[in-house]
């Protein structure tokens, strides 16, 4: 079974950077695969922040372009989110996700492997 482990998260000013990280336990073969990353504020619900696929093609929310970056190491098991000038609205558990697939889509029901999140906060 695959499994997901998120990493990185912490208490941030406005305007600052965060590295989260998104390890997977175990790949093989060469399975075309989604991996992404969700975001989860306080009584909302989960929103798509951005995903790759195994072609390394990727799509990012418009709230976060320009300021996250995702960064897939060359073994496929690391994924990262480099995160720039933070904002308040920024607040929440990031969930890294995964399915098996030729392309991502941002619906959050459609992946079906979840990481179980880590913490983000950015205050003003």
């Known amino acids: 079974r695959v499994q997901l482990m998120e990493s990185g998260g912490g208490s941030v000013q406005a305007g600052g950077s965060l590295r989260l990280a998104c390890i997977v336990s175990?790949?093989?073969?060469?399975?075309?695969?989604?991996m992404g990353w969700f975001r989860q504020a306080p009584g909302a619900e989960r929103k798509g922040i951005a995903a790759?696929?195994?072609?390394?093609?990727?799509w990012h929310a418009d709230a976060v372009k320009g300021r996250f970056k995702l960064l897939q190491d060359s073994d496929k098991k690391t994924l990262h989110l480099q995160m720039t000038n933070l904002k308040p609205e920024d607040t929440g558990i990031y969930y890294c996700v995964r399915r098996p697939s030729r392309t991502c889509t941002r619906g959050a029901t459609w992946y079906n492997t979840w990481g179980q999140g880590t913490q983000v906060t950015v205050s003003s």
């Open positions: 175990e790949v093989t073969g060469k399975k075309n695969f989604c």
């Open positions: 790759i696929d195994n072609g390394d093609h990727s």
